[in-house]
């Protein structure tokens, strides 16, 4: 059953205290933001961060500067695709998301939006995604479009598998396959291994995410990778780490990066070591700041293939 509706101007327990959507927004916005997650951007980083890196290989890759404009289409398409899946992610699991103490307060389940408004405002957010998926050539379009398979399943996949963090990654990391399509116009070996290394780093951060709710999740019949790793959590962390940083090595040596792309892969994969470090598995707290910090390690990544791509050309 439906919550009785709370006050409009009423938080979500993990977004940052004081942020702008609780501060400035009009108060009639703020559950429709807070359903699309503007008030949490980690989200729509860590589903642009991947096209970033795959825009930078294709750029490395063809000697080509790689494109502000493409760059700036891929940050809105990731801000509108992440709150339309956010959105329809909440009401698939409103029934469940009352049953955590870290979820309930959201927009559905505390009852600020009717099912029918989340509809409409789903609609709206995919369309400004098909907008910006319209800017790209006819074979990215394509790609673009096969990227809701993973998103449509996700949602169901934690009431039934162990690990449904694998299918987030499926969805998460597609920009490792988009980003080099809107360059080339096609699939290659660099492409499929940025998306491989992009979806062991969802893994590897989303059970850190997942820490927060280790308690409250069998009670709501949730399975999460953070439950299946149990107190051996922080290993699997690190492996799902070790591969992301191997798969986005070879990815850089196969687009023929230089130097500097792979001091950035190293650096990346310090950052990836520091989170390992810093696991506690009774401190929730920490874990939301460690995940948060993935911002921080996709964009070293992101900013050292861009320079290596950039010094190229003008070397």
């Known amino acids: 059953m439906t919550a009785a509706p709370q006050p409009l101007d009423q938080p979500v327990a993990d977004a940052a205290t004081g942020n702008w959507v609780d501060r400035y927004a009009p108060a009639a916005s703020r559950p429709y933001l807070r359903l699309a997650r503007i008030d949490r951007p980690i989200g729509w980083w860590l589903l642009l961060l991947p096209c970033w890196w795959s825009l930078m290989l294709a ?24 709150g339309a899946g956010s959105t329809y992610n909440d ?12 979820t309930r307060m959201r927009p559905l389940p505390s009852g600020q939006v009717k099912v029918a408004a989340a509809v409409a405002f789903l609609a709206l957010q995919a369309l400004v995604g098909l907008a910006v998926l319209l800017q790209f050539n006819g074979f990215a379009i394509l790609i673009g479009f096969l990227s809701l ?11 039934f598998m162990s690990m449904p963090q694998l299918v987030l990654g499926l969805a998460f990391a597609w920009g490792g396959l988009i980003g080099w399509a809107v360059v080339t116009g096609t699939l290659a070996a660099p492409a499929y291994l940025a998306y491989a290394a992009a979806i062991a780093w969802t893994v590897g951060y989303d059970t850190i995410y997942a820490l927060q709710d280790i308690e409250d999740d069998p009670i709501a019949g949730i399975k999460s990778s953070a439950r299946l790793f149990g107190s051996e959590a922080a290993t699997g962390v690190a492996v799902c780490y070790a591969v992301a940083v191997v798969l986005v ?53 992101a900013l050292g293939l861009a320079a290596d791509a950039l010094l190229r050309v003008v070397l």
């Open 59 to 82: 750029a490395i890759a063809t000697n080509t500067v790689p494109s502000l404009w493409y760059a700036l289409l891929f940050l809105v398409g990731a801000v509108a695709m992440r």
């Open 91 to 102: 009401i698939v699991d409103r029934d469940l998301d009352a049953k955590v103490a870290r």
């Open 249 to 301: 090595g070879l990815a850089a040596h196969v687009a023929g990066g230089g130097l500097i792309a792979f001091v950035a892969v190293g650096a990346f994969a310090l950052h990836l070591a520091w989170q390992v470090r810093s696991i506690e598995l009774d401190n929730p707290h920490k874990a939301l700041r460690l995940f948060k910090s993935n911002r921080d390690a996709g964009l070293i990544l």
């Open 149 to 159: 398979v993973p998103v449509a399943f996700y949602p169901f996949m934690k009431r």
